[in-house]
Nanobody
Framework: QVQLTESGGGSVQSGGSLRLSCVASENTFRSNCMAWFRQIPGKEREAVARLGPFGFKHISSFATGRFNASRDNLKNTAFLQMNSLKPEDSAVYYC?????????????????WGQGTQVTVSA
């Protein structure tokens, strides 16, 4: 069973930055897609960034120009760098892995999830 552990969440003021990390318990990144999702209370989980194993990267439109994502397959670690944060970015952020090189936009196909880390941005 793969375990994913996120860290780096917290509270910042509008315009601030946070860097989230996700570490996998075993070598699961190398050939699989990993993604960052977020969930705002009362809303469905939405993709923030998706990183394929062979260079594919997609940042969702609401985060383009502000967020960047990367992965280190050798260290089974992924990162989400969030800059110019806005109050509407406040959410629980999750990392997820799907046992496939494809990176679906929808959350349902992802097999493994971290516990989530809270990000709160104040005005």
């Amino acid at each position: 069973q793969v375990q994913l552990t996120e860290s780096g969440g917290g509270s910042v003021q509008s315009g601030g930055s946070l860097r989230l990390s996700c570490v996998a318990s075993e070598n699961t990144f190398r050939s699989n897609c990993m993604a960052w999702f977020r969930q705002i209370p009362g809303k469905e989980r939405e993709a923030v960034a998706r990183l394929g194993p062979f260079g594919f990267k997609h940042i969702s439109s609401f985060a383009t120009g502000r967020f960047n994502a990367s992965r280190d397959n050798l260290k089974n670690t992924a990162f989400l760098q969030m800059n110019s944060l806005k109050p509407e970015d406040s959410a629980v952020y999750y990392c997820a892995v799907i046992t496939s090189p494809a990176c679906p936009l929808d959350a349902d196909p992802y097999n493994f999830w971290g516990q989530g880390t809270q990000v709160t941005v104040s005005a």
